[in-house]
């Protein structure tokens, strides 16, 4: 349950972030984010998987690239639903799911499962072997 709410701030986190370096993503606080990484999540749980599939065709021939416009329709989907947070335009949408995927990934890789941060340990030994 703890590793769950730390990704939840960490999906805020990245929400606040790419509102502050993309012009065209406004959020008019913390807790507006916070509802729209709950509803990102929610919707990304539930339809993601379904559009998936249905768009699976032209996933293929356009080598997957065809996720980041289901990434954006969820992005624009968050923002139908939560008040405080607006996306305007579809390149936008575009590239702020893009920004938020990545800086999502970039600081969910620092914690384990259980929600912990980890720690990787590292000692040199006998010249050139590390372990």
């Not at 939840?8 to 065209?24: D, N």
């Not at 947070?85 to 936008?92: A, C, K, P, R, S």
């Amino acid at each position: 349950m703890q590793g769950l709410a730390i990704r939840w701030l960490v999906l805020t986190g990245s929400i606040l972030v790419v509102a502050y370096l993309l012009e065209g993503i406004h959020v008019s606080g913390f807790f507006s984010a916070f509802f729209a990484a709950a509803a990102l999540s929610t919707l990304n749980a539930l339809f993601r998987p379904i559009l998936l599939v249905l768009t699976l065709p032209i996933n293929v021939l356009s080598l997957g690239l065809f996720t980041l416009v289901i990434n954006a329709a969820m992005l624009k989907m968050a923002q139908a639903v939560i008040p405080g947070f607006e996306v305007v335009g579809f390149w936008t949408s575009v590239f702020g799911a893009l920004l938020i995927s990545l800086v999502s990934w970039a600081l969910n890789s620092f914690i384990s499962g259980k929600g912990g941060v980890k720690v990787i340990d590292m000692r040199n030994r006998r010249g050139n072997f590390w372990d």
